[in-house]
């Protein structure tokens, strides 16, 4: 597989961060307010989307076979607002790092599942001990990350 990919989910992980940073501040710049917040940020990337599927041609095409779709296939942008209306609300109450760390613990668990059961015609990828191990590895360094601080002050006394 081609290490550009790797890259690149790299690069959209650090674009997740930023962007949970920058939604933050535009809801304090709106009064405090997570929701219109989340509005705007879907707004300005769907109408990006919008522009770019457009120049590419493909935006009657795909627009024209969305009634044959089904219903579910569709709640990926609901799941997806809900996502960032909650990074939005819940960065200022419990920190960046434990919001993201928890994320990324929560897509990794659920996307072994996927991955395993080949859910919604996904390509099946068993899932290995090794693998949980290393879901585990990384339970633990969230728990370290999460806890640490509390816990060597606890220790240190």
């Known amino acids: 597989m ?8 790299f690069a959209a992980g650090l ?3 930023l962007q949970t940073t920058l939604n933050s501040q535009l809801a304090k710049g709106l009064g ?3 929701v219109t917040a989340a509005w ?3 707004t300005v990337g769907a109408f990006s989307l ?6 590419r041609g493909g935006l009657f095409i795909s627009l024209a076979a969305i009634p044959s779709q089904p219903v579910w296939s569709l709640a ?4 997806g607002a809900c996502a960032l209306f909650s990074y939005v609300v819940l960065a200022p109450k419990i920190g960046f790092s434990a919001l993201l760390g928890l994320a990324i613990v929560g897509q990794l668990l ?3 599942i996927i991955d395993h059961f080949a859910l919604m015609g996904a390509v099946r990828r068993s899932v290995s001990l090794l693998k949980l191990g290393g879901v585990l590895v990384m339970l633990t360094g969230l728990a370290i990350m999460l806890f640490g601080d509390r816990l060597s002050a606890r220790f240190l006394q």
């Open 15 to 17: 674009g997740i961060t």
């Open 32 to 34: 405090g307010d997570p």
């Open 50 to 55: 919008g522009i770019y599927s457009l120049l």
């Open 110 to 112: 659920s996307s072994q």
């Open 40 to 42: 705007f940020s879907f």
């Open 76 to 79: 990926g942008g609901l799941i």
């Open 2 to 9: 081609s290490a550009i990919y790797y890259v690149v989910a």
